[in-house]
T-cell receptor
Framework: GQQLNQSPQSMFIQEGEDVSMNCTSS?????WLWYKQDPGEGPVLLIA?????ELTSNGRLTAQFGITRKDSFLNISASIPSDVGIYFC??????????FGPGTRLSVLP | ETGVTQSPTHLIKTRGQQVTLRCSSQ?????VSWYQQALGQGPQFIFQ???????GRGNFPPRFSGLQFPNYSSELNVNALELDDSALYLC????????????FGEGSRLTVL
């Protein structure tokens, strides 16, 4: 079945630093989404991408839909303590189910 | 606007028992999907319900079953519980069966002893 890979698996950064993480797949997706999950809660949608090459921002977050349709990137600028959590990418094709990556765990050190 | 709500939030069962988890979809959403999230992993698709019928199923055995009601709320039933069924069960709602966005509830954490 379809699988997504996320890297890095985990990262520790200093408050104020920028963060980059990515998601890759062996299959093509027509929609890429990024979610954040805090401990004990469900994932929250951050950004949705619908077109290859698309670059979309949501506050300090910027995500890009790779032109090959097999990858996506998420950047967080000027990290703050509340950015701590697990970031999941998800791929979706019309008529199929969502496929989630294993997540990138972000820790922000003061 | 009311978000996705799930109940119960936590529960403990023993092997062989049966469990029912409940979900109310976000206001205006007519499609509900259920996901299983094991510790340290991403959510895995169980099935989706649209217009009270199952509309897609992941790689889960038949002892995982569900229902959707006319008000679009949904239930997930798991029979003959196994230890590996211990996980966070997430419900997600959307408007339409083929929309590109899901909105999740906070989940029901099931522990099977």
């Amino acid at each position: 079945g379809q699988q997504l890979n996320q890297s890095p698996q985990s990262m520790f950064i200093q408050e104020g630093e920028d963060v980059s993480m990515n998601c890759t797949s062996s299959s093509i997706f027509n929609t890429w989404l990024w979610y954040k999950q805090d401990p004990g809660e469900g994932p929250v949608l951050l950004i949705a991408l619908y077109k290859a090459g698309e670059l979309t921002s949501n506050g300090r977050l910027t995500a890009q839909f790779g032109i090959t349709r097999k990858d996506s990137f998420l950047n967080i600028s000027a990290s703050i303590p509340s950015d701590v959590g697990i970031y999941f990418c998800a791929g979706y094709n019309y008529g199929q189910n969502f496929v989630f990556g294993p997540g990138t765990r972000l820790s922000v050190l003061p | 606007e009311t978000g996705v709500t799930q109940s119960p939030t936590h529960l403990i069962k023993t092997r062989g028992q049966q469990v029912t988890l409940r979900c109310s979809s976000q206001s205006g959403h007519n499609t509900v999907s259920w996901y299983q999230q094991a510790l340290g992993q991403g959510p895995q698709f169980i099935f989706q319900y649209y217009r009270e019928e199952e509309n897609g199923r992941g790689n889960f055995p038949p002892r995982f079953s569900g229902l959707q009601f006319p008000n679009y709320s949904s239930e997930l039933n798991v029979n003959a519980l196994e230890l590996d069924d211990s996980a966070l069960y997430l419900c997600a709602s959307s408007f339409g069966a083929d929309t590109g966005e899901l909105f999740f509830g906070e989940g029901s954490r099931l522990t099977v002893l």
